[in-house]
C-alpha cells in the first residue's frame, strides 16, 4: 500500500491519519543518523536542494540545511534580501529562475499566505512550505507531533491546549490540522482578538489561561507576532504578560505528567516564563532535536516518491474518487 504520495509539503489539512503516522514514523527512523559519531548518509546524495527565505528564521532554516547535508544533498541557500527581489524581480520569476537551475527541492518561507502553494502549481521541483504568511507551517508541526509521541505514545485522547496568538500563528493551524486528524481534543486557550473566527469549530475554547491549562496532556504556547499584527489586539504587552504568560504557578492545573511546547523563537516573560520555558516540563530544546529528522523525512519522501507510472495510477484513483467510484479510491489508501 502506498503511504505517501505527495509530490509537495504544502500544509497540513488535507492529511490523513495514515498520512501523518507515516511521516512521523519516517522521522523516527531517521532520528538515530544524528547520534552516530559520522552524521552522514547517502540518501539524498546528487539531490540539490534550495532553500529560498524570504523571511527571518533560525530553526527551520538551519535544521533545512543540517538535514539536507546529512543526507549527502547539495545545498543551496538564498534570501529574499539577497536575491534579485530587491531589483524588482517578482517571487515567481525568481523561482522559476530557481526552478530552471533543476534542483530537486525548492523550500520556500514568505510572508504571504499561500505563496508556497502558487509556485507548486508553476514549477517542476517539489515545494515545500516552511511558513507562509499566518497560513501553515507543517514541518513545524510534524516536529510537534514526533515530540509529543517521544513523551505521550498515543495522540487521540489527549488534551492538547494551544495558548496565545492563534489568530496569526501558521504552527497553530498546521497543528490544530494533524492534531484533530489524530483524534486528540484540540482546547484554544487566548483573548477573544487573538482568536480567528474558525476557533470554535477548531476546538474548545477558553480565555483564561489557567482553565485552559486545566488538565491538559500537552500545552502548545504560542509566540505574540507583533509583526504581523496590524493593530492593537491588547492594551500592552505587560497587560498581556500578566493573563496569558504562562508561569509555574498556572501550570500547576495542567496534569502531572503535563508536556510543555513552543516552537520559538521565544519571548520570555511575555507567553512563557523562564521556570516553564527552562523547567522539568519544557520538551522545547527536544523540539529543535526533532527538526532535523523530521525535515530528513520530509525531503526524503518527497525525493523518494512514486515513479510516473504510479502518479498516474494515483491520478485515475483520485478521478474515480471524484466520480464516485469509492472502490477504486479507498483502494489506493485516500
Ligand atoms: N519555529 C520556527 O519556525 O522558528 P524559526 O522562525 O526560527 O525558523
Known sequence: MIRFARRHMLGLESYTRDELSFVLETAGAFKEISERNIKRVPTLR?????????????????SFEIAAKRMSADFVSLTGAASSAKKGESLLDTTRNLDAMRPDII????SSSGAAEFLAQRVACAII???????????????DL???????PVIAGLTVAIVGDILHSRVARSNIFALRTLGAHVRLVGPPTLLPPEAAQWGEVVHNLKEGVRDADVVMMLRVQLERQGRNYFPTIEEYARYFCLNEEKLGA?????????PGPLNRGVEIASDVADGPYSVIMGQVTNGIAVRMATMYLLVNRPSAELEEELAEARRAAVNGDETIATGRGF
Do not use: W, Y
Open 46 to 62: 546528487g539531490k540539490t536542494v534550495v532553500s529560498f527565505f524570504c523571511e527571518e528564521s533560525t530553526r527551520t532554516r538551519v
Open 107 to 110: 523550500i520556500l518561507r514568505h
Open 129 to 143: 512550505n516552511a511558513g507562509d504568511g499566518a497560513h501553515e507551517h507543517p514541518t513545524q508541526a510534524l516536529v
Open 146 to 152: 514526533l515530540t509529543i509521541t517521544e513523551h505521550k
Open 254 to 262: 495542567a496534569k502531572p505528567d503535563v508536556i510543555v511546547l513552543h
